[in-house]
C-alpha cells in the first residue's frame, strides 16, 4: 500500500473502471462530488495559490495548457489503521500516533525531475481529522497548437460561443484552472 489515501487529477469523472483498482486516480469532478476540500489553512493556502499562479503563468505565457494539478490525499487516521497489524511500525508510524503532529513534523518531500514537482503540506492544525497532501503539477507539456485552435474552433461551432469547452485558449486555461484550484480550500 502506497499509503496514500485517494489522488485526484482533474478535467473530468473517474470512469468504473478506473475506479476500482488498488489505488484509483479520481478526477475534478469526483472531487467536487465528494464534496472534498484541501484543509490547509489560509496561509498555507495562499502560499499554495502564489505558487500556482506563478507557475500557471508562465505556463500560459509558453502557450502551455491542459495540465493538471495531481493531488495525493493520505488519511493520517486510515494510514495507522490499515497499519495496525503490521508487527514493527517505523518510527513515522510512531510520529503519527502522537497528539501533537505538526506540520513540521512532516517531510517536505520534492522529487526534482524534468517534468515535475511534488509537494507536501498537513492540514490546518484546527482540522481534527490530520491529512497530508501531496501536490505537484502534471502534464505540462501540451502546447496550444494549430490542433488545439481547430479543435477549439470545432467544439465552438458545434456547441455554440457560450458553451463551456474542454479546449480553450491558454490563459483561458490557465483563468478556468485557478479559478477550480482557489474554489478547493477550506
Not at 500516533?97 to 524534468?114: G, H, M, N, T
Not at 488545439?148 to 474542454?166: F, L, V, Y
Request: aromatic share 8%; hydrophobic share 30%; glycine share 6%.
Amino acid at each position: 500500500s502506497s499509503g496514500i489515501n485517494a489522488e485526484y487529477g482533474v478535467d473530468r469523472e473517474a470512469s468504473e473502471k478506473e475506479k476500482t483498482g488498488p489505488h484509483p486516480t479520481y478526477k475534478d469532478k469526483d472531487f467536487i462530488k465528494d464534496e472534498m476540500r484541501i484543509k490547509v489553512g489560509e496561509e498555507k493556502r495562499a502560499e499554495i495559490m502564489g505558487m500556482l499562479e506563478s507557475d500557471v503563468k508562465f505556463l500560459a505565457t509558453l502557450k502551455i495548457m491542459d495540465y493538471s494539478l495531481l493531488l495525493g490525499v493520505h488519511n493520517v487516521a486510515r494510514g495507522l489503521e490499515e497499519h495496525s497489524g503490521d508487527e514493527e511500525q517505523s518510527s513515522s508510524d510512531d510520529l503519527l500516533e502522537s497528539e501533537e503532529l505538526k506540520a513540521e513534523d512532516i517531510p517536505e518531500y520534492e522529487e526534482e525531475e524534468e517534468e515535475t514537482s511534488i509537494h507536501t503540506c498537513l492540514t490546518d492544525e484546527s482540522i481534527a481529522e490530520k491529512e497530508v497532501y501531496f501536490y505537484g503539477l502534471i502534464d505540462v507539456l501540451t502546447k496550444y497548437n494549430a490542433t488545439k485552435r481547430a479543435a477549439h474552433t470545432a467544439k465552438t461551432m458545434k456547441h455554440g460561443a457560450g458553451a463551456e469547452i474542454s479546449t480553450v485558449r491558454p490563459d483561458q486555461y490557465a483563468k478556468r484552472f485557478l479559478e477550480f484550484m482557489n474554489s478547493s480550500f477550506t
